[in-house]
């Protein structure tokens, strides 16, 4: 047993024995007290629950779930009947997906002095290749640096290159993997090349799928994922047969156009400030190979246990709680972005977004997104939880989950630190099934949730203000986040306004209720969810009343206006 293990067991034994007087304060609707609330929160959270069958019925009965597939309309009926059943009000929100994708058939032969057979999947959102498939040389650009594209020169014309990687086996290793990959995709299609065979980062053969594409767009030219056995080999083979070597990719990837899909939202309103909102969230969507249990089924499955458990123990916080699993996470996030901005209006009231995304490994406390100011409110509301050791709070910063766009909103985000456990070697992979899932832990992270969450919600005071753009600023460059952002490719948007907090006018950040309707020519705005900008300028004049003024990019062109 390791030591999280004895320190549940010590904790439960000190709550049995807490709890020994009964749940009546927590059933009353007078607010309860702290005590009570915790006491009422971890009892629930942790009895006998539905749980296990919830995630069953997800991973094994559902299976993989792409965004824009059947399988994931079938996912999103069923997070919104499991909120229903937990007695939990829930609704469906409908975004645009720029564009669906599915894998067809795909296939890598080797055409030279050496031949073996070779194990690929295609990358997530490529193209498919024409038909008949790309026959071309081959060439090894190793880790995909400039100094590697340099070193091999013309010869990337018209060729199929190949990619090296570590292995993943931290979370550090996980960002280098994602944050690598643009840059080299850039290089390799101003080089002229014809597809990218990136070497698999895991190893035993494993073949997971990825996706780079920012917000849903369809990538720049075919990539295929080869086992890493069979990369490495051909690797070998290639030093060996110098310019000999030639393959033939074929991959019949479906590719579509827009569709609608989906994101499940749930509430609890708060018996105070009812348009103040804390949410607890976590995506739905996962890719195919395997059946997305430990990314991300189990904390779907966990954020409708701890609806359940705060519903189930009569408990109404000050404030709102929203209980959100997304969609299209995968492809960038795409449909919590949507919801950041069909909500502009509410943004100045979220109090906190939290966001569970790794597995099951131990939870060690939260990454507090650079936000210094929380963290003293987010140790007071774990506090109860001591004896788990959940306090290790850390401050960096974040581009890989749905906090993303709160974060660059300047609300104040929590995204769930987590120990690797066995995360990494069946991240994304066709391993992630449902054996994976160490349930004692998942328990216990459903009582760690739901008590952050209630905690949160029912305090006196918000745990921290919205930030301003500048301040948001000042935070990405402190965190490093702002290079991350600029490796993976969302900088500019930023820079222009298109994606999060709006510019400062006339030395005030521009209005959340305004900022969906009203732009400056600097700041293009996403009128859906994602690709759709408005293409006319916006006029920006101070009014003689000196109230700042918007002219609309729309048809009537209307001014509107609001007091700093």
């Known amino acids: 047993m390791n030591s999280y293990k004895c320190s549940f067991a010590a904790g439960i034994a000190t709550f049995v024995a807490f709890c020994a007087a009964g749940l009546q304060a927590g059933r009353s609707q007078a607010a309860p007290t702290s005590g009570d609330a915790t006491e009422t929160i971890i009892r629930y959270a942790l009895e006998p629950s539905p749980l296990h069958e919830d995630l069953r019925r997800l991973s094994d009965e559902i299976g993989g779930r792409v965004t824009g597939s059947a399988a994931m309309a079938r996912a999103v009926a069923w997070g919104a009947e499991a909120f229903k ?22 296939q890598f032969q080797l055409i030279g002095p050496v031949q073996f057979p070779v194990s690929i999947v295609s990358v997530a959102w490529a193209p498919a290749t024409p038909p008949g498939g790309i026959e ?10 400039t100094q590697d594209f340099a070193r091999v020169g013309t010869s990337v014309r018209g060729s199929m290159v190949l990619v090296n990687s570590n292995v993943t086996i931290t979370w550090a290793d996980l960002f280098d993997e994602y944050n690598r990959a643009p840059a080299i995709i850039r290089r390799a299609v101003e080089a002229g090349a014809r597809a990218i065979l990136w070497v698999a980062a895991r190893d035993h053969r494993v073949l997971y799928r990825h996706s780079d594409a920012l917000e849903g767009e369809i990538a720049a030219l075919p990539m295929a994922i080869v086992t890493r056995e069979d990369a490495l080999r051909l690797a070998r083979v290639m030093a060996a047969h110098p310019n000999e070597e030639r393959g033939r990719l074929s991959m019949t990837n479906r590719v579509g156009g827009p569709m609608p899909q989906q994101n499940v939202v749930a509430e609890i309103r708060g018996r105070e400030r009812s348009d103040e909102f804390v949410i607890l969230a976590a995506h739905l969507d996962s890719w195919e190979l395997g059946t997305g249990a430990l990314d991300n089924g189990c904390n779907a499955a966990l954020v409708i246990a701890a609806a359940r458990a705060i519903q189930k123990a009569h408990l109404q916080p000050r404030r709102t709680l929203r209980f959100i699993l997304f969609t299209g996470e995968e492809q960038g996030m795409v449909g919590s972005h949507a919801y950041v901005l069909q909500h502009r209006a509410e943004l100045d009231r979220i109090r906190a977004v939290i966001v569970y995304d790794a597995g099951t490994g131990r939870v060690t406390g939260y990454s507090l997104g650079g936000r210094g100011d929380i963290q003293k409110g987010v140790t007071e509301v774990l506090a109860p939880l001591a004896a788990w050791e959940v306090n290790q709070h850390t401050l ?20 769930v630190n ?12 066709s391993t992630d ?17 739901a008590l952050t969450a209630y905690g949160i919600a029912d305090r006196p005071d918000p745990l921290g203000p919205r930030q301003s753009r500048q301040e948001i600023d000042a935070l990405l460059k402190r965190t490093g986040l702002d290079r991350d952002l600029k490796a993976l490719g969302y900088w500019p948007a930023w820079e222009s306004g298109a994606r999060g907090r709006q510019r400062y006018v006339c030395g005030h950040d521009a209005r959340s209720r305004h900022s969906g309707r009203f732009i400056l020519r600097s700041s293009p705005l996403y009128l859906s969810s994602v690709r759709r900008r408005v293409s006319s300028g916006s006029v920006f004049r101070p009014s003689r009343s000196g109230r700042c003024c918007w002219y609309a990019a729309s048809r009537d062109r209307k001014a509107r206006s609001f007091s700093p």
């Open 396 to 415: 960096d910063a974040s581009a890989g989950t749905d906090n993303f766009d709160f974060l660059l909103e300047g609300v104040p985000t929590l995204v």
């Open 433 to 449: 099934t449902l054996d994976k899932v160490d349930f004692r832990n998942l328990q216990l992270h459903v009582a760690i949730a």
């Open 85 to 106: 059943t937990a007695g939990v009000d829930a609704h469906i929100e409908s975004y645009e997906l720029p564009a669906t994708w599915e894998e067809g058939v795909s």
């Open 418 to 429: 987590q120990e690797e456990s066995n995360y990494m070697t069946n991240y994304h992979a």
């Open 136 to 145: 071309a040389p081959l060439v090894d650009v190793g880790n995909g640096s």
